[in-house]
Each structure stands twice: as structure tokens, then as C-alpha cells.
């Protein structure tokens, strides 16, 4: 069992992006941030379903800033309801990462969602409360998404509870997605000291329960949001990020497209 992984492509601040995907694999993972706009974000799933048999699509922060008016909820349903979930002359299928839902391809079951974050990976340095003001003040997401009254922190709660049940039900080898970072060691605040208050709103630390809960099953735990590329491991998960990021900022320079192969020794474990 094997995928391809992609996210943060940002196709409309990156206007040098074409869909120059050669797939390694039946099967991507389109890990969010594809565009600010989400009919953008949502055509260029249908070209992934030109390409690939399964297309598991997980929504990031960006892709329902413009063009979408409904709630976190509501971006949900529209990709559960969405067409490229039919089989039709494309020859793939879209598959939607979403907190109550799971997909066995093979051996292996794909489980996900959007895993926002709750502040708390600003501490010690930053109080929650700070880092969810500094979001607030700074950050063009918390007044272009609808949050319905709540905030980031209450669906990172609510999708913590929801993956853990979610795996409850499962046997065998699982993979995660979530657009945000699961784990703080994973972030880049080591690396940038002045940036702990923003770390706050990269980290659901609440995942870290779905971690001790479910590590055993779990082989792998894809991310992105953060830019900043990774594959490392961890008490025998594989965490990957492989976030393209911006032109500008030279982040996209050294991207392409990554194949995780579960198959290799390193999950003998799993097998």
C-alpha cells in the first residue's frame, strides 16, 4: 500500500503552478490550503480525479475563505455531497476527510479532517487566551471563515472527540490527515523563538490524546499548514508534511510530489 502526498499548493498566490502531476501511485492525499477560493479548490480535485482511482481530499483554512458563505459544519456536508464522489468519466474518485468518516483501501484505513488548532501551542511563552487574541487581530482567516459564533479552539475539540471514536471502531493498520499539526514538536518555534505566539494557531495539542489513545494503529500522520517540510519519526508513528508553500518566500523551490510506502520494513509492525 502506497499514496502520494501533496498540500498547501496555494494555486492562486502561486500563479507559476500547473498541474504538472505525474502520479506515483493510484492513490493521492490532497492535504488542504489548495486556494483561498473553493470552486478553485474544488476544480483542481477534479483534475487530481483525472488522474488518480481514490483522491482523499481534506479541506485546509485556506480552501473556504472565498466562495463559501456556510459554516465548518456545512463544509463538510458540501463535500460529502459533493459530485466527485460518484463515479462518472474521470478516472478517480474523491473521497472527503472528515471527522466521523473512514475508508479501508487494501489494508489500511484513511481517517481525517481539518484539526484546526486551540491556542495551547503557545505556551508557556504566550498564554492560550493571547495566542487566540493575536490570531484574531492578525490572521485574515478569522474574519473570512464562518465560524458561527464559536472559535477555532471549540471544532479542534470537537474533532479531537471525533477521530478518537472514529479509530475506536477500527481494526488494523490506520493513517491520519489532518491539515494542521498534530504534535508541537513539530512545529518550527525551536527554530524561531519570536513566532511562539502564531505557533498557537498551527497545533491542535489536543491530538496528542488521539496519539495515546491510538498509537498503536496508527502508522502514519500526514500534516501541512505550516510550510515547513518534515519526515520524521516518532514512537513508531511517520509524520510527514510536505507542504509546497509560497514562490515568494522560496518555500517552493525544492517541492514535488512524495510517495509514503507503507510497505517498507519500517512498518514490519503493522503487517
Avoid at 498541474?19 to 479548490?41: A, Y
Avoid at 459544519?73 to 464522489?85: G, N, S, T, V, W
Avoid at 458561527?148 to 490506520?174: K, M, S, T, W
Avoid at 518550527?188 to 491530538?207: K, Y
Amino acid at each position: 500500500m502506497d499514496y502520494d502526498l501533496i498540500s498547501d499548493l496555494h494555486t492562486d498566490a502561486n500563479q507559476d503552478f500547473s498541474l504538472d502531476i505525474v502520479p506515483s501511485s493510484k492513490m493521492v492525499i490532497c492535504n488542504g490550503d489548495v486556494n483561498d477560493d473553493l470552486l478553485e479548490t474544488m476544480e483542481f480535485v477534479g483534475r487530481l480525479c483525472s488522474r488518480y482511482e481514490i483522491v482523499l481530499f481534506n479541506l485546509g483554512n485556506h480552501d473556504i475563505r472565498l466562495n463559501w458563505n456556510g459554516t465548518i459544519p456545512e463544509a463538510y456536508q458540501f463535500l460529502h455531497d459533493h459530485p466527485l464522489r460518484q463515479p462518472g468519466k474521470r478516472k478517480g474518485v474523491m473521497y472527503p476527510l472528515m471527522p466521523d468518516t473512514a475508508y479501508k483501501f487494501e489494508d489500511t484505513w484513511f481517517v481525517g479532517s481539518i484539526g484546526w488548532y486551540d491556542f495551547k501551542g503557545a505556551e508557556p511563552h504566550m498564554n492560550a487566551e493571547g495566542a487566540y487574541k493575536l490570531w484574531q487581530d492578525h490572521v485574515n482567516e478569522a474574519k473570512s471563515i464562518n465560524w458561527d459564533g464559536n472559535r477555532p479552539d471549540f471544532y479542534a475539540e470537537q474533532e479531537v472527540h471525533a477521530l478518537c471514536d472514529v479509530i475506536d471502531g477500527l481494526d488494523g493498520r490506520v493513517v491520519v490527515s489532518t491539515h494542521t499539526v498534530p504534535l508541537l514538536d513539530l512545529t518550527w518555534s525551536s527554530l524561531d523563538p519570536d513566532s511562539h505566539g502564531f505557533v498557537g494557531s498551527v497545533v491542535n495539542t489536543g491530538m496528542k490524546r488521539v496519539i495515546d489513545r491510538h498509537g498503536k494503529k496508527i502508522a502514519a500522520w500526514n500534516c501541512g499548514h505550516t510550510h515547513y517540510r518534515f519526515d520524521k519519526t516518532i514512537d513508531g508513528i511517520r509524520y510527514v508534511n510536505n507542504a509546497r508553500g509560497l514562490v515568494k518566500s522560496g518555500q517552493a523551490d525544492s517541492w514535488k510530489i512524495q510517495n509514503i510506502n507503507l510497505d517498507e520494513d519500517r512498518w514490519a509492525c503493522f503487517r
